[in-house]
């Protein structure tokens, strides 16, 4: 199975910084790398599929990228709305696979 | 738009069997461009897995919990199903289904249920 470890677990950052979290695969993979946003005792939300693909109706400010067995997932402008838990999940294979999460937090 | 439900007991006892459905509306789940999934979140921590099915009856599942999971389809209802057996306080979390997109140049779980919370107590 392929293993993401998503990085960091936490962070605080001003509104309008620029906020990037990482995860990395423990194989090589495809770009089959999803990004949701799960606020508190929501469901996760779809922001970004394969790798680097916003999906239809989510802010410009929320981008993803690759390189190398690193994935990026980056939020150009913290606002006060994007406080939630962010995680990576992948399909390379049918079995998925999630990352631990990153707690996206305002100073 | 499709829209995802899932319905069960919210109370299992220790060693039971945890029964849960996902009803899907404004969309047939015999569509070939999705898989359908199961994944929880126990209390304070991050999601997990638990397997997924296709309109064939292809299933996959989490290693972890291969041994106990079941995911079985209705198309006549429109609905998939999980089962999980010999439960313990460690499967009590917050159960959610989604839809897994696996059609060129889309892709990622794009429509979930709100959750429903299964404890496992006595």
């Known amino acids: 199975d392929i293993q993401m470890t998503q990085s960091p677990s936490s962070l605080s950052a001003s509104v309008g910084d620029r906020v990037t979290i990482t995860c990395q695969a423990s194989q090589d993979m495809s770009n089959y790398l999803n990004w949701y946003q799960q606020k508190p005792g929501k469901a996760p939300k779809l922001l970004i599929y394969?790798?680097?693909n916003l999906q239809t109706g989510v802010p410009s400010r929320f981008s993803g990228s690759r390189s190398g067995a690193d994935f990026s997932f980056t939020i150009s402008s913290l606002q006060p709305e994007d406080i939630a838990t962010y995680y990576c999940?992948?399909?390379?294979?049918?079995?998925?696979?999630f990352g631990g999460g990153t707690k996206v937090e305002i100073k | 738009q499709v829209q995802l439900q899932e319905s069960g007991p919210g109370l299992v006892k220790p060693s039971e069997t945890l029964s849960l459905t996902c009803s899907v509306s404004g969309g047939s789940i015999s569509a070939n461009t999705y898989y359908w999934a199961w994944i929880r979140q126990p209390p304070g921590k991050g999601l997990e897995w638990i397997g997924s099915i296709y309109y064939t009856g292809d299933t996959y599942y989490n290693p972890s919990l291969k041994r106990r999971v079941t995911i079985s389809i209705d198309m006549s209802k429109n609905q998939f199903s999980l089962n999980l057996k010999s439960v313990t306080a460690a499967d009590t979390a917050v159960y959610y289904c989604?839809?897994?997109?696996?059609?060129?140049?889309?892709?990622?779980?794009?429509?979930w249920g709100q959750g429903t919370t299964v404890t496992v107590s006595s």
């Open positions: 989604a839809r897994l997109v696996v059609e060129v140049g889309r892709g990622g779980m794009d429509v």
């Open positions: 394969d790798a680097s």
């Open positions: 999940q992948q399909y390379d294979t049918l079995f998925l696979t």
